[in-house]
């Protein structure tokens, strides 16, 4: 806490509220180790809306763990290494290599320490409502999303958007923000509950 | 109280703490059952010779037409399935493929078959008409060369089965439905 506390200090001071969205981006990432949250999700495309919700915790580099708890329970961790995740209906858990698997949720793009300016040019667009906000578009084209949006106020992430392909948007809300809260290690691990079928690729 | 105890902990953890599965017992249909119009919200695992994925779904469907999406945990769309009168097309990855049917489109596109027609019926817990079929004591239901469990939540009894378990071969398939409409 006493090495970061520079570091956050130097962001806040150096970064006006008002800063612009990349610069903000920056300061947010340098300036949360650890980082907690709650999430409302609302995927809308031609007649289709579905609402989710539930936490995110990161800790950098490269941990996270994204929950569902609304309308089912889905957990997905990231321990750095592979991706777990725990379908409590599906009676199934199901374990991937990481790097296969950063589009499964934005917490993996959060979760890097530059994965968002490694593999997206970002452009500033614009100011609305008090919220900075850029866009992210892939590198690479195989990326499931099209184009990304983020939302910063104060140099903290308040929104996103993703755009795919196929004309779907994912609106993601954060509330409760918490930046730099002790979170234990057993929060980014991940062992399989008994009885429940395990599959890997 | 230690129930309730348990319940709260099961509420907040996730983990290790199972629903009470019973099989799904559909209710007797005197006439022909009719394929009524759905559209669903879900989540599939699919294991093929010990590997696997899991992924999210939604399904549109009708006798003439499909629409079946599958999806990423936050909502972007992986591949989609369509079926109506002229065939059937897959996109994925940027490119399109056609076929007659959808058993051989997403043997070709994906590895394994989907039994898209008959599966419509499957996952109302309905075995499909027209095709030959028998019920082993334990409640399996054996189609199309598909062994098909269905499964209930004890506590939360609903119309539909609350997950539905088929395999084949080496291949098996697990659905969930999270929303009818």
Known sequence: MKKLLPIILAAAFALPAHAAAIAQLKAFVAGSKTLSASFSQVVSAKGKR???????????????????????????????????????????????????????????????????????????????????????????????????????????????????????????????????????????TFTPPKGVDVISD | MSRWLALGLCGLLLTGCATRDVAFRPQAEATRPRDTPFSISGRLSVKADGKGQVANFDWNHDAVRDQLSINSPIGSTVARVERDENGVTLQADGKTYQAADVESLTQEALGWPLPLSNLAWWIRGQAAPDWPQNVSADGVLHQQGWSIRFVSDADQPGPYPKRVEMERDRLSIRLVVHAWR
């Open chain 1, 50 to 188: 579905e609402e989710a919700s539930g936490q995110l915790e990161i800790s950098r580099p490269g941990k996270f763990r994204w929950e569902y708890a609304k309308p089912y329970e889905q957990l997905i961790v990231g321990d750095s290494k592979r991706l777990w995740i725990y379908d409590k209906e599906l009676a199934q858990v199901t374990s991937k290599s990481l790097d296969a698997a950063l589009g499964s949720s934005p917490a993996a793009l959060l979760a890097g320490s530059n994965a968002i300016e490694r593999d997206y040019h970002l452009k500033e667009a614009g100011a609305q409502d008090g919220i900075e906000w850029l866009s992210a578009a892939p590198k690479k084209s195989e990326n499931t999303f099209q184009s990304i949006r983020m939302g910063f106020r104060a140099n903290t992430l308040v929104t996103m958007e993703l755009h795919d392909s196929f004309g779907n948007t994912t609106l993601i809300r954060f509330a409760d923000m918490k930046k730099n809260p002790v979170l234990a290690p057993s929060r980014f």
